[in-house]
C-alpha cells in the first residue's frame, strides 16, 4: 500500500505544478520512474516478470506516439507521467486509470465548453485527471 500512496504523492506533486504552470516536472515524473524501477528489480513491486514490466510503459509510450504526431497537442510529460503510472502499478491498472482520467476529462471539458466558460482552443492539463484515476483506481 505505500508504493500506491508514494505514486499518488509523485502524482500529486506533478498535478499542482502541472495546474499551474501547464507543464509537468520531469525531474519527479523521472525520480518516480527510477523509484519503480529499483523497486521493481528488489521485488518489492509485484513481480509479474519482466515482460510484464516491459509491458507497463505501453500506455505511456502511446502517448509519447501520440504527442509526435499531434505536434504536442498532447504533451511528452502525460506519457512519462503514464509511464511513471505503469511501472509502479503495471499495464492493467495504467490502462484503468488512464481510462479514468480520459472520461472525467471528457465529461468535464464537455460541460465547460457547453456553459461557453472555455474556448475550444483552451489547454486543459491532464495530470490532476491521472492523479484523480488513480485515486480512483486505489480505492477499486
Known amino acids: 500500500m505505500w508504493i500506491e500512496i508514494v505514486l499518488f504523492l509523485l502524482l500529486g506533486i506533478c498535478a499542482v505544478i502541472d ?3 501547464r507543464e509537468i516536472p520531469v525531474a519527479i515524473v523521472w525520480l518516480g520512474i527510477i523509484m519503480a524501477g529499483i523497486l521493481r528489480l528488489q ?3 509485484d513481480g509479474e516478470g519482466f515482460l510484464m514490466a516491459v509491458l507497463s510503459v505501453l500506455p505511456g509510450a502511446a502517448f ?3 504527442s509526435f504526431v ?3 497537442k498532447v504533451g511528452y510529460g502525460d506519457g512519462w507521467a503514464l509511464i511513471m503510472i505503469g511501472l509502479f502499478v503495471g499495464m ?3 490502462f484503468l486509470i488512464l481510462l479514468i482520467g480520459l472520461v472525467t476529462e471528457s465529461v468535464i471539458v464537455l460541460i465547460l465548453l457547453a456553459i461557453q466558460r472555455i474556448s475550444r482552443d483552451c489547454r ?3 495530470v490532476p ?3 484523480f484515476g488513480t485515486g480512483v483506481a486505489l480505492c477499486l
Open 92 to 94: 492493467w491498472r495504467c
Open 19 to 21: 495546474g499551474i504552470k
Open 124 to 126: 486543459i492539463p491532464f
Open 43 to 45: 521485488g518489492t513491486i
Open 64 to 66: 509519447w506516439l501520440i
Open 70 to 72: 499531434t505536434r504536442e
Open 129 to 131: 485527471f491521472l492523479l
